[in-house]
């Protein structure tokens, strides 16, 4: 079978590597997309006017109009968790399978957010960028994480991980999460305002979607104590960024760390990213060789299982897979 490899040079470098794609090589006849922008729908269209399959990397949207003009395709392989951009309904329309990757950058994501919090406590990036400059760092007395609260809102496998983490520090944690239950008698599961007004630091891992949109806007910020900084990992989507730059400016949170925003790909906005008592890197949550390959490799084996006509682990629409191939043993 035909597969195109959507991602871009430097996204296949970045988010693919050499052993996956080796790996898909050797199950499929693989075509690969070598501009250096990603597809919107009509070079998706065109690209993959005769591939049995798509695998494609976050920035690739799998728009409705893509599904009914290309008849050969089978399957829309995400190379990502995340697959709001991609249109299942319409896929599932058109007998397409659209699969996703499993989570692979737990631990990543999580020492992100403990080198976020030490870095927002003890001002390192700010010190060390007052001596790149030849000035000399303003001397600040931190905090130190050991009998620190931490609020963790989302208590997925990061949520999970990252309190484990916390714990081990020495930290109090607190979690705000209504669709779980917490059987960890050294967790404290807590209402939303609760955490808010009793965090040092608020970690934002919850799950995008209509009823997170703008979830900490200016009435949450308001609860949360002066000393407090405010992490998010999870989505630029679920905060209001300009209730959340207004806190920083007037000094009503200490601080913020930002790996995620509403800039494209989910990058941070440099209005946000430039403020003095904002620390922001580029949506790399999850960009570590571990992680990248739990994800790049999942997708070798979904592709596998769709060549033999078995829909994979991963699949969300397989009661609509109408253009499955004929079953191989």
């Keep these: 079978m035909k597969v195109l490899l959507a991602h871009t040079p430097q996204m296949r470098r970045d988010y693919y590597g050499e052993r996956s794609l080796s790996g898909l090589r050797a199950v499929a006849d693989v075509r690969l997309h070598e501009g250096a922008d990603a597809l919107d ?20 949207p799998g728009a409705g109009e893509i599904f009914p003009r290309l008849p050969k395709l ?35 994501v999580a020492e992100l957010a403990l080198g976020y919090m030490v870095d927002l406590s003890r001002g390192v990036s700010r010190a060390t960028a007052d001596y790149h400059a ?25 949520g999970r991980y990252l309190a484990g983490l916390a714990k081990v520090l020495g930290m109090e944690v607190l979690v705000a999460d209504p669709f779980v239950t917490i059987d960890d008698a050294a967790i404290r599961h807590v209402t939303l305002d609760d955490l808010l007004a009793r965090s040092d630091y608020v970690v934002c891992l919850a799950i ?12 949450a910020l308001a609860r949360m104590q002066k000393h407090a900084c405010f992490i998010n990992l999870s989505r630029g989507n ?45 949506h790399v949550g999850g960009l570590t060789p571990q992680a990248i390959e739990h994800q790049s490799a999942e997708t070798v084996r979904q592709v ?20 499955r191939p004929e079953k191989k043993p």
């Design 134 to 158: 030849g000035r000399a760092p303003e001397v600040v007395m931190g905090r130190q994480l050991f009998g620190s609260r931490i609020g963790i809102i989302g208590f997925g496998s990061i």
């Design 208 to 219: 995008a979607n209509e009823a997170t949109e703008n979830l900490i806007g200016q009435a």
């Design 238 to 282: 679920l905060v209001d960024e300009a209730a959340l730059a207004a806190a920083l400016r007037d000094h009503r949170i200490a601080g913020a760390a930002l790996d995620v925003g509403r800039a494209p790909d989910q990058m941070p906005s440099p209005e946000l990213a430039k403020l003095p008592n904002v620390i922001a890197t580029p």
């Design 74 to 108: 089978r399957a829309f392989v995400r190379c990502a968790v995340d697959i709001r951009n991609i249109d299942v309904a319409a896929a599932s329309a058109a007998g397409v399978l659209v699969t996703r990757a499993s989570p692979g950058f737990v631990q990543s």
């Design 304 to 323: 596998a299982e769709i060549i033999r006509g078995n829909a994979p682990v991963g699949a969300v629409n397989e009661a609509s897979w109408t253009r």
């Design 41 to 60: 729908a009509a070079a998706l269209i065109d690209a993959a006017g005769d591939a049995d399959i798509v695998v494609a990397d976050r920035m690739t």
